[in-house]
């Protein structure tokens, strides 16, 4: 059974940088494209971005470009978030995504999300 | 950056009755790489339909997916009392991968 289990959401302040990781499990993780989906408070879904398994494709939403990173580490079946520079507008469930098939951009898989708020 | 506009925004009918969900692009979207998710209340969404037409597994027959370039159709053949929810599109042609801002299917 895939699970995707996200962690490292709280409460920061606005300029502050948070970390989001994403627990793989019941796939090879190392094959799939994976991605973030955000959905801020009552609002749609936004794409933030998103990684092939060789971590050779890395795309951003240009809402965050050059303030977030996306990475992984096949080894410990992985997603991570690095988000730097903070905004109100980041306040939002943070989805980790997996994509249907192993080149698939969009996401067949969802974690359960994790919330991320950022206020002073 | 491709913008998805789906309608109408709200769609009020009964239990039984066809559902017609758009989703327009403002420009055609690459080899038809259109999905459609469900997403109810307090739940994370749910893939419905990737490359415009193929159903995910696991989803009824009652859902089903057409269109092609920039013009994008779920339709819900009879709506059983579970389909009700905020339903989105979002094209995987090009990055940015963009969603549509969603179409509720509410009770009439």
């Known amino acids: 059974e895939v699970q995707l289990v996200e962690s490292g959401g709280g409460l920061v302040k606005p300029g502050e940088s948070l970390s989001l990781s994403c627990a793989a499990s019941?796939?090879?993780?190392?094959?799939?494209?994976m991605s973030w989906v955000r959905q801020a408070p009552g609002k749609g879904l936004e794409w933030v971005s998103s990684?092939?398994?060789?971590?050779?494709?890395?795309y951003y939403a240009d809402s965050v470009k050059g303030r977030f990173t996306i990475s992984r580490d096949n080894a410990k079946n992985s997603l991570y978030l690095q988000m730097n520079s903070l905004r109100a507008e980041d306040t939002a469930v943070y989805y980790c995504?997996?994509?249907?098939?192993?080149?698939?951009?969009?996401?067949?898989?969802w974690g359960q999300g994790i919330l991320v708020t950022v206020s002073s | 950056e491709i913008v998805l506009t789906q309608s109408p925004g709200t769609l009020s009918l009964s239990p039984g009755e066809r559902a017609t969900l758009s989703c327009r692009a403002s420009?055609?979207?690459?080899?038809?790489?259109l999905a459609w998710y469900q997403q109810k209340p307090g739940q994370a969404p749910r893939l419905l339909i990737y490359?415009?037409?193929s159903r995910a597994t696991g989803i009824p027959d009652r859902f089903s997916g057409s269109g092609s370039g920039t013009d994008f159709t779920l339709t819900i053949s009879r709506l059983a009392p579970e389909d009700f929810a905020v339903y989105y599109c979002?094209?995987?042609?090009?990055?940015?991968?963009?969603f549509g801002p969603g179409t509720k299917v509410d009770i009439k």
């Open positions: 995504t997996r994509g249907l098939y192993s080149s698939s951009w969009y996401s067949g898989y």
């Open positions: 019941g796939f090879t993780f190392s094959d799939y494209t």
């Open positions: 990684i092939t398994g060789s971590s050779s494709y890395i």
């Open positions: 420009q055609s979207v690459n080899s038809n790489y």
């Open positions: 490359v415009a037409s």
């Open positions: 979002q094209q995987y042609g090009n990055s940015p991968f963009t």
